[in-house]
């Protein structure tokens, strides 16, 4: 009698050690409303596999990429699932850092926009799910416009967006004629600006790889920049990036905003958005020439190599970034809420369509960006908003906190410019790219 106890308690025992036999996942994510939604709806996924617990880091964007790029470059293992863009994606699985996405008929991979798919993939593998993509697009209030005057061209120029923003700036009524980035960083200040300096006819490094900042192009863009900031923005610009000036512009403090299409859903959601009904959407602003005048980029999942739960984490991956996932967001929080950017059937579902009014602009900005000619000069790297090389995350980021400072008065353009430049070029010589 005692046997058969001893036996029935080492079962229950084994059973219930099988029972919390679970799987952490742990996931690093940055903290925008589309992956801040992600963790919400995560029950979904947990109660549909309930050996899959998940964990979520989540960190502002600058100190994400510094987490994940140091995390996977030592391979740490600290995560599981990453949150990673289309610069890392292609150099990283070049290094073979990433586990290629292991799709199948029912994730559909033809689903995904050709411009995005491409942006992450290396080898024709696709390395990175897209969670959600996004061109740059200007977002502006038509009420202030109309008011004025100023009918808005469906692409205008960044001379039109100057014009309009000295007739609609009301400091004093807390209303700015425009807001822009200003946050240091290479995927900061640095992408909207690197978008600037193309369509004034400029690029990051000629044919020879030398980097060509101390420029024409890039002081007349970078003055423009600076000039139509002190005039017409909002004060403390320099420490704005994409959150801060979303909370500006929904609050009705901004005029307008150029910057990543993903906003239009939120700025023209009335539970966000005091001014949802007052916005009007048009493609990013042109100079001398239309070319990378809107940026390309994708949030994106990705699997480290060094994660341990590959099975797992592919599981998550594929079910957050599939077409369930983007009809449980419309079923939970309505279609205009949901990540756009990445699939065609999106686009084609006519309930999006309805409750999107931003969709065709947002649409054609991506369809519209091309990462492989975005120079008027003839450049030697991939990117519209960056330069696809591993110095370019070094470089950009010194570059970005010279433009900081020139924005908020420390020194000037040509003094940014001139440090920008020796600094670029002493990486790449160090790298090895010219002598």
């Given at each position: 009698m005692k046997r058969f106890l001893k036996t029935g308690l080492?079962?229950?025992?084994?059973?219930?050690?099988?029972?919390?036999?679970?799987?952490?996942?742990?996931?690093?994510?940055?903290?925008?409303?589309?992956?801040?939604?992600?963790?919400?709806?995560?029950?979904?996924?947990?109660?549909?596999?309930?050996?899959?617990?998940?964990?979520?880091?989540?960190?502002?964007?600058?100190?994400?990429?510094?987490?994940?790029?140091?995390?996977?470059?030592?391979?740490?293992?600290?995560?599981?699932?990453?949150?990673?863009?289309?610069?890392?994606?292609?150099?990283?699985?070049?290094?073979?850092?990433?586990?290629?996405?292991?799709?199948?008929?029912?994730?559909d991979v033809d689903d995904l926009l050709p411009a995005i798919r491409d942006g992450l993939s290396a080898d024709s593998k696709l390395y990175a799910s897209p969670f959600y993509g996004e061109s740059s697009m200007l977002m502006y209030r038509k009420d202030l416009a109309d008011k004025v005057g100023f009918k808005m061209p469906d692409q205008p120029t960044w001379v039109q967006v100057k014009e309009l923003a000295s007739k609609i700036n009301d400091p004093k009524n807390g209303v700015y004629g425009i807001c822009l980035r200003g946050k240091p960083g290479w995927g900061d200040n640095m992408a909207l600006l690197t978008t600037m300096v193309n369509t004034w006819g400029g690029q990051w490094f000629d044919m020879a790889w030398k980097p060509q900042i101390d420029s024409k192009p890039w002081h007349e863009a970078v003055s423009f920049y600076v000039d139509i900031m002190k005039n017409y923005g909002p004060p403390g610009a320099s420490a704005n990036s994409f959150n801060e000036n979303l909370a500006l512009f929904n609050a009705g403090k901004c005029g307008m905003w150029v910057d990543a299409t993903i906003a239009a859903s939120f700025v023209s959601n009335p539970k966000q958005s005091k001014?949802?009904?007052?916005?009007?959407?048009?493609?990013?602003?042109?100079?001398?020439?239309?070319?990378?005048?809107?940026?390309?980029?994708?949030?994106?999942?990705a699997v480290p190599a060094s994660s341990t739960k590959n099975d797992a984490a592919q599981t998550f991956v594929k079910w957050a970034t599939s077409k369930d996932y983007i009809n449980l967001v419309a079923k939970e929080a309505g279609w205009a809420s949901v990540p756009t950017g990445t699939r065609k059937s999106t686009y084609a579902n006519p309930e999006f369509v309805k409750a999107a009014r931003f969709a065709p602009a947002e649409e054609k900005a991506i369809s519209t960006a091309n990462p492989h000619d975005s120079t008027l000069p003839k450049s030697p790297y991939v990117g519209v908003q960056f330069a696809a090389i591993p110095e370019f995350q070094a470089i950009g980021v010194a570059v970005g906190q010279q433009m900081s400072a020139a924005l908020s008065g420390k020194v000037t353009v040509d003094q940014a410019l001139k440090t920008s430049q020796t600094a670029a070029e002493r990486e790449m010589t160090k790298a090895g790219y010219y002598k």
């Amino acid at each position: 009698m005692k046997r058969f106890l001893k036996t029935g308690l080492m079962l229950a025992m084994l059973g219930a050690g099988l029972a919390h036999a679970e799987t952490e996942l742990v996931i690093a994510t940055v903290n925008n409303d589309h992956m801040i939604e992600m963790q919400k709806l995560g029950h979904f996924f947990e109660e549909a596999h309930p050996d899959i617990k998940l964990k979520w880091v989540t960190l502002e964007e600058g100190t994400l990429r510094q987490r994940v790029t140091t995390d996977i470059a030592t391979k740490g293992g600290q995560f599981d699932v990453m949150t990673i863009g289309m610069y890392e994606t292609p150099i990283w699985a070049k290094k073979g850092w990433l586990k290629p996405i292991a799709t199948d008929a029912a994730y559909d991979v033809d689903d995904l926009l050709p411009a995005i798919r491409d942006g992450l993939s290396a080898d024709s593998k696709l390395y990175a799910s897209p969670f959600y993509g996004e061109s740059s697009m200007l977002m502006y209030r038509k009420d202030l416009a109309d008011k004025v005057g100023f009918k808005m061209p469906d692409q205008p120029t960044w001379v039109q967006v100057k014009e309009l923003a000295s007739k609609i700036n009301d400091p004093k009524n807390g209303v700015y004629g425009i807001c822009l980035r200003g946050k240091p960083g290479w995927g900061d200040n640095m992408a909207l600006l690197t978008t600037m300096v193309n369509t004034w006819g400029g690029q990051w490094f000629d044919m020879a790889w030398k980097p060509q900042i101390d420029s024409k192009p890039w002081h007349e863009a970078v003055s423009f920049y600076v000039d139509i900031m002190k005039n017409y923005g909002p004060p403390g610009a320099s420490a704005n990036s994409f959150n801060e000036n979303l909370a500006l512009f929904n609050a009705g403090k901004c005029g307008m905003w150029v910057d990543a299409t993903i906003a239009a859903s939120f700025v023209s959601n009335p539970k966000q958005s005091k001014v949802a009904d007052q916005v009007d959407f048009a493609q990013a602003p042109t100079a001398v020439t239309p070319k990378g005048a809107n940026w390309l980029w994708a949030w994106a999942l990705a699997v480290p190599a060094s994660s341990t739960k590959n099975d797992a984490a592919q599981t998550f991956v594929k079910w957050a970034t599939s077409k369930d996932y983007i009809n449980l967001v419309a079923k939970e929080a309505g279609w205009a809420s949901v990540p756009t950017g990445t699939r065609k059937s999106t686009y084609a579902n006519p309930e999006f369509v309805k409750a999107a009014r931003f969709a065709p602009a947002e649409e054609k900005a991506i369809s519209t960006a091309n990462p492989h000619d975005s120079t008027l000069p003839k450049s030697p790297y991939v990117g519209v908003q960056f330069a696809a090389i591993p110095e370019f995350q070094a470089i950009g980021v010194a570059v970005g906190q010279q433009m900081s400072a020139a924005l908020s008065g420390k020194v000037t353009v040509d003094q940014a410019l001139k440090t920008s430049q020796t600094a670029a070029e002493r990486e790449m010589t160090k790298a090895g790219y010219y002598k």
